[in-house]
């Protein structure tokens, strides 16, 4: 059941803020509304809050609540849908592409740690990164994309892991190398998000909780204002952002079959004490394998390990998450068989078809951004970042990004998860039989 308060996971319970703001009742004015506070809303906010606009950001239930307070916190150069944004981006741009592919892999790093540092974020960020080989087959696309990030200026951070080195950095036997990467990086996604929004309050943003918008009104003329509607209340703005990423169900004749729901399990362990930590990944490094439906895995400030898979393209919730994860988690850390779970939750990631992330505008005044298909902590903060410089009157970034195509699926969402399921069944068979 969905609740407007947090829920019971390991982000809620190791949150450093337990600031409450309050819900939207009467009518009000902004420049710009946010709808949703997950990082694509409240990474605006901040953006927005920074060149000196008037914002407002209302959320539903909590600041953090959906897939930014739930996910693997894991923030990777990883682009989902990168072959095909460089295919269109290529004929779109030429040469250019280069420059906004690096743009789209790395600097969603570089927001967050200039953002960690200058407002002071107490989120336990760690560089390093290790992206493994399933199989030995997939060690050829692995190495090919670690020559791209050497050749993107990258070198000094990035390099391969045969067998044998893997299995000193990782207590598992298994994987067949990797690319181990210092540049990404893991951190306790919801401490940067209530940080995130914190910053904004500081710089004159207001922001709402347990407010869920239902209706908006967009602007007529380009000079005119859209009015965001909750059940007590309103708010007139010049611009409206819409990130409410693949929880929201606004502008369903503009966006309907672009964006589809994807429930991914997570789960933390029991804490297991420094040395066993240690023993299991002595560097401390972030995990994920080269399976389409893949495993991630990191540990936590307090030495628990946090692990996620099990995707269900359905939409459906999974049926406990815990025993759904523990062969995979057993399979990995063979030492840690029995392991007692502490919390087990799902989240909901916003997928797109053709994996490409969608950035876009409605009407004169509406812009939205979603559908990071499970890669979003670097890119939303990208997209935030592309979408004030939209607001402000800086416009060449977004219009080349927001005429990326995206497959529309032309049914409704149950119909549209069903045939992404399908798909998906289809690699997870072709990965086992690989
Ligand atoms: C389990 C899981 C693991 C993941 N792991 C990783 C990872 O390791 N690395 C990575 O890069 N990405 C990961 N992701 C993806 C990443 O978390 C998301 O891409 C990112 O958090 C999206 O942020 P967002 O703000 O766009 O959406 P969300 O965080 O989902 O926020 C949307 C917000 O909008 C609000 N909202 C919706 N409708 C309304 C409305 N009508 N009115 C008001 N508010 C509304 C919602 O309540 C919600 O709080 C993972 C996702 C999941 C689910």
């Not at 390991?10 to 709808?35: E, F, K, M, Q």
């Not at 952002?241 to 933390?268: D, E, M, S």
Request: glycine share 10%.
């Amino acid at each position: 059941m969905q609740t407007s308060e947090r829920i019971d996971n390991y982000y809620t319970a190791s949150r450093n803020d337990h600031t409450s703001y309050p819900a939207l009742i009467g009518n009000h004015s902004a420049d710009v509304v946010i709808v949703g506070a997950g990082f694509t809303g409240v990474a605006t906010a901040v953006e927005l809050s920074e060149r000196g606009y008037n914002v407002a950001v209302i959320e539903a239930h909590r600041v953090g609540w959906g897939a930014t307070g739930r996910n693997g916190g894991q923030v990777t150069g990883s682009l989902s849908g990168d072959a095909a944004i460089q295919q269109q981006l290529q004929t779109m741009v030429g040469s250019d592409s280069k420059e906004l592919m690096h743009l789209l892999r790395w600097h969603g790093h570089d927001i967050i740690k200039q953002r960690v540092q200058r407002y002071n974020i107490q989120c336990d960020l760690q560089h390093g990164h290790l992206n493994t080989a399933y199989r030995e087959s997939d060690i050829p696309d692995l190495q090919k994309a670690m020559h791209n990030a050497q050749n993107a200026g990258l070198s000094e951070h990035v390099r391969w892991l045969d067998k044998t080195e893997v299995q000193e950095k990782l207590a598992t036997p298994l994987y067949h190398g990797g690319v181990l990467n210092h540049y990404n990086m893991h951190l306790h996604s919801l401490n940067l998000c209530l940080g995130e929004a914190a910053a904004a309050h500081s710089l004159g943003a207001t922001l709402y909780e347990q407010s869920p918008v239902t209706d908006i009104q967009t602007a007529t003329t380009a000079t005119g204002k859209a009015c965001v509607k909750t059940a007590n209340g309103s708010i007139t703005a010049s611009t409206v952002i819409v990130a409410g990423n693949a929880y929201h169900r606004l502008f369903q004749r503009q966006l309907k079959g672009l964006v589809f729901p994807a429930i991914l399990g997570n789960l933390t362990t029991a804490p297991l004490g420094e040395d066993l930590a240690r023993k299991i990944n002595p560097d401390n490094l972030a995990v994920y394998d080269s399976r389409m439906v893949l495993d991630y895995y990191r540990l936590t400030a307090d030495n628990r390990l946090m692990f996620g898979g099990g995707t269900n393209y359905s939409g459906r919730d999974i049926n406990n998450v815990a025993n759904a994860l523990r062969p995979g988690l057993e399979a990995t850390f063979p030492e840690l068989k029995g392991i007692d779970i502490d919390y087990a939750w799902t989240g909901t990631a916003g997928i797109v078809v053709n994996r490409i992330p969608i950035i876009g505008k409605i009407g004169n005044n509406v812009y939205f951004a979603q559908g990071y298909s499970g890669h979003g902590m670097a890119s939303s903060h990208i997209m935030a970042e592309i979408m004030a410089d939209a607001v402000s009157g800086t416009q060449e970034r977004f219009d080349v990004l927001s005429k990326l195509k995206h497959v529309r699926l032309p049914v409704g969402q149950q119909a549209g998860s069903a045939l992404i399921a399908l798909g998906m069944a289809y690699y997870q068979l072709k990965d086992r039989f690989r």
